[in-house]
């Protein structure tokens, strides 16, 4: 781990993405202390104030400090996609597992049931299991896990598919280990490179796709702060306020654009082997 | 060639019934079962009326009894009707929007090969050059920008500050009916270039950067190699011998990418006030219209699944050696 650290921080590009990355993960576990005012304090007096010292990046429709929501937002779309990508690395490492190593009909059908997955465009698919649950910051840790595991499983699936019939889990059979031990112990690790890159890239995707669904109005319920649920106040006063539009893109760009590029690095880092750019 | 079509088609048709099975699952997910919109915080909901809902709508008959009945309904088009006040049979709603949702999904799949090919050829053949560099910026921005913020950037630049473009509709309310054809046209075109702008730069990512990879893979390879010590001309090599090659498996990429271009109507239609089924579907699930939400699911899944079909049977007919493999 600390090797792997090592390597990122050589890529002049990993190395950016990680900082990144802190910045974001200290703003998000310091939030109460870091933030300059309350985000959720109402200042009737300071309504749609343009950026100024006093406010960084100006107010919005009721006067609330637009950084201290941003600072308190990060929090929101670490916690969504941390868990979301939690539940999906799971849903796949599962199904990707029993799928190669039993292989026959059990992989059939999890192979089967991937590509009709893969049918739904995930936006559609979310929308409709949403339209029928309660919208919450939970629902949506969920639902994006629960739409976003089919690639993680077809890599574990591949991987395992190409190690099982290696003489290492061979000798470990003749030594009595069982399934599961065979797949965990000594299938998986090997699986956990191209796990850890789409888990980055996943982590990215699905920031994304909560500040989408926030915007859409179907995510993050205000007057919880959401970098997409700043989005649509920033779009109904488009005239008249710039700063509530561009700058809670701007954070989701950056953040997304951090998550793909030390994912990318990963990649390249982990498997020096493929030529990637 | 007839194994592989013959192959290629039944797991279509498994495909598509998971398709069902999958939708119809969600239908039932509904706390309360698919009636709760209607009858909940109705006080005009008799319990005698909701017992007569549910037997009208079959739901006291078992889960597979039912599933039956809706597959049967979805194989005429019938979808049932509308929650909303109109109350229209669902397919007719979807019916009028589709066209449209189809009509700038196809123009932007279009465009982003219109780009990416030259984009991403030109880049691999002129590798860690300036502008192989910008096409990899372009592809990581594409990859991580939000398309509703895109959109909302564009309308704030075109529409309010610039005020070139509208934005909002397909094409203006006021004085349309009295338009010529040429001025209809541009009216059309003047709508619709946010909005198409939009859908490519989403789509675009993934697509560039496959032609750039697949191009350089190519050009690397022992046959090009061989090409070259012929003394072939550089310009023959390229695009006669290499082209070929990388953009064969560009057929798949396109049918794989689908799914997120026709995800990505739902964002810029509802932004743009575009009257496409992405709209209808958010709309439907602010309403909780149930109905149109299955309909919707289920008719873009399998649009998606037909797309990837004829995808795979393109690339069939174009390589002889995927329909030999599959033998």
Known sequence: MRELLKELIKHKIGCASLIVIFILVVLALFAPYLSPYDPFEINVN????????????????????????????????????????????????????LAGYLGGIVDQ??????????????????????????????????????????????????????????????????YGAGTFRIIFRHLLPNALPPVLVSASLGLGQAILIESALSFLGIGVQPPIPSWGNILIEGKETLEIAWWLSVFPGLAILITVLAFTLLGETLQEVLNPKREIR | ???????????????????????????????????????????????????????????????????????????????????????????????????????????????????????GVYSAVKAESAFDRITTVVTFIGYAMPSFWLAIILMMIFGVKLQWLPISGLHSTIGYDEMNLFQKVWDWTKHLICPLFVATFGGLAGVLRYVRNS??????????????????????????????????PLITILGLSIPGLVGGSVIFETIFGIPGVGQLMWQAVMARDYPVIMANLFLISFLT?????????????????????SK
């Open chain 1, 46 to 97: 300071e309504i749609l104030l343009p950026p100024s010292l006093k406010h960084p990046l100006g107010t919005d429709l009721l006067g609330r400090d637009v950084l201290s929501r941003m600072i308190y937002a990060s929090r929101i779309s670490l916690e969504v996609s941390l868990v979301a990508v939690g539940i999906s690395i799971g849903i796949g490492i599962f199904l990707g597992s």
């Open chain 1, 109 to 174: 059908i999890i192979s089967r049931f991937i590509d009709i997955m893969l049918c739904f465009p995930t936006i559609f698919l979310i929308l409709a299991v949403i339209a029928y649950l309660e919208p919450s910051i939970l629902t949506i840790m969920i639902v994006i896990g629960a739409t976003s595991w089919m690639g993680v499983a077809r890599l574990v699936r591949a991987e395992i598919m190409s190690l099982k019939e290696r003489d290492f889990v061979l000798i470990a059979r003749v």
């Open chain 2, 1 to 119: 060639m007839i194994a592989f079509l013959l192959k290629r088609f039944l797991t279509l048709i498994i495909t598509l019934l998971g398709i069902t099975i999958i939708s119809f699952s969600i239908i039932h997910l509904a706390p309360g079962g698919p009636l709760s919109p209607l009858t909940e915080f109705n006080p005009k909901i008799t319990p005698e009326y909701r017992e007569k809902l549910v037997k009208m709508y079959g739901l006291d008959k078992p889960l597979y009894v039912q599933y039956w009945k809706w597959l049967k309904g979805i194989i005429k088009l019938d979808f049932g009707r509308s929650f909303s006040l109109d109350q229209r049979p669902v397919w007719d709603k979807i019916k009028e929007r589709l066209p449209v949702t189809l009509f700038i999904n196809a123009l932007s799949l279009f465009l982003i090969l219109l780009i990416a090919i030259p984009m």
């Open chain 2, 215 to 248: 191009m350089y893979e190519v050009l690397k390879s022992d046959f090009i190699l061989f090409a070259r010590a012929k003394g072939l001309p550089e310009r023959v090599v390229i695009y006669k011998h290499a082209l070929r090659n990388a953009l064969l």
């Open chain 2, 305 to 325: 699944l037909l797309g990837n079909f004829l995808a795979d049977i393109g690339y069939a007919l174009a390589d002889p050696r995927i329909r030999l493999e």
